[in-house]
């Protein structure tokens, strides 16, 4: 156990917002916070003991990590695989290397899901038009192309009409920006949702109640808690979530994403080491953030409580509701709600599609923080839900 209050550092790898928002929490608890960034100079991690700018494959920045740390995490998946071996071997690294490396690449991850049986989309790997060409005929009906690694945010994806001809999808492959690919079917959705799973050294398990998600041009735009869904399915959730946080012997917050399907189907989608979006909500709306889970995991500590205190929402904001890239809008339709709180990420220059900040909203029954979220939707001009 890594006790607070004994000046210990946590060692951060990545330098975005749930590395800020991992170090705002961890830092009243005791510990020390040393960032180590890449190279990103978002900003989002300036709030840390101390902040390293180096890349990720420097040896001197990987020596001075390991010697200052004495636990290392991760913020984000898309890291050097080699770097996480390294780290690993010097400092325990929470979650594993393999957890990490498993889930930044779409191929690992669906041969991880359908090796210990967890429902997903039928896929097919892809390395040339012929395979493209196998996979489209053998799913029979429109589908998505996926580059096989660093896809967020749906970004390195292709949808492909199941009626496409084979002049046309030779054609598609050839555009396509990668030599290895997942094509997947498209899956009639119902609802998204995901499930927070936090798992501490001793094999101790919570989880968080599910959030149903929605999204808007493949980014999480609104996650609702409690997830409006039958009990059945979300009882399946949280023990999926659980049963690939035990086979991945994971140590830390993980987020299982699933698609519920039009026929009832849940299927995980994606699986991601670390804090997530849609469990933001949790800094007001649960006894114990995230983030604050996150540090108690991987340090050692008793986990605590996932208790949600009251139904919530969390609203993602974007740099489109910025009037210009420096310019934020006026924030007072947020503090004149009861019960909504405000989070930005610290980070300069807005822009289309960067998430900037979040606002949670919290109240005594789930009507009224829809409610909520959608008069502050229409003050700033964002589409309707």
Not at 192 to 199: C, D, G, H, I, Y
Not at 246 to 264: C, H, N, Q, T
Not at 296 to 306: E, N, Q
């Amino acid at each position: 156990m890594i006790q607070p209050g004994s000046n210990a550092w946590i060692g951060v790898l990545g330098g975005g917002q749930l590395g800020r928002m991992l170090a705002l929490a961890a830092r009243p608890m005791g510990y020390k916070i040393l960032t180590w960034t890449g190279g990103d100079r978002s900003g989002a991690a300036d709030v840390a003991d101390e902040v390293m700018h180096q890349p990720f494959d420097d040896p001197q920045a990987l020596e001075k990590f390991c010697t200052q740390v004495e636990v290392a995490t991760a913020e984000f998946e898309n890291l050097p695989g080699e770097m996480l071996r390294q780290v690993e071997e010097r400092v325990p690294l929470r979650p594993n290397s393999n957890s990490i490396i498993t889930s930044q690449h779409r191929e690992r991850e669906k041969k991880f899901l359908s090796d210990h049986g967890f429902g997903c989309a039928r896929h097919f790997i892809v390395t040339n038009a012929k395979e493209l060409k196998n996979g489209v005929r053998s799913i029979g009906r429109d589908c998505i192309l996926k580059t096989a690694e660093f896809g967020y945010d749906g970004k390195g994806q292709q949808k492909i009409a199941g009626n496409l001809s084979e002049e046309e999808i030779e054609k598609l492959w050839q555009n396509f920006d990668s030599d290895r690919a997942v094509l997947e079917e498209r899956v009639e959705l119902d609802t998204e949702l995901s499930v927070l799973v936090a798992r501490g050294t001793n094999g101790e398990v919570v989880t968080y109640d599910p959030a149903e998600n929605l999204h808007r041009n493949h980014i999480l735009d609104l996650s609702i808690i409690p997830a409006r869904l039958p009990e059945n399915i979300l009882e399946e959730a949280r023990k999926t979530a659980v049963g690939v946080a035990e086979a991945l012997d994971y140590i830390g917050i993980l987020a299982v994403e699933f698609f519920l399907s039009k026929a009832g189907r849940l299927l995980v989608n994606e699986i991601a080491p670390r804090p997530h979006n849609s469990g933001h909500h949790t800094i007001d709306g649960c006894m114990t953030s995230q983030f604050q889970q996150q540090a108690r995991a991987i340090c050692g500590l008793p986990l605590g409580s996932t208790a949600l205190k009251k139904p919530c929402a969390m609203l993602n904001l974007l740099g489109d509701v910025w009037a210009d890239e420096n310019t934020p809008p006026d924030w007072s339709p947020i503090f004149n709600t009861p019960g909504a709180t405000l989070h930005l990420y610290g980070k300069a220059g807005a822009r289309t599609g960067r998430k900037m900040g979040h606002a949670n909203f919290l109240a005594d029954d789930l009507e009224t923080v829809l409610a909520q979220v959608a008069a502050c939707r229409e003050t700033y001009g964002m589409p309707a839900v």
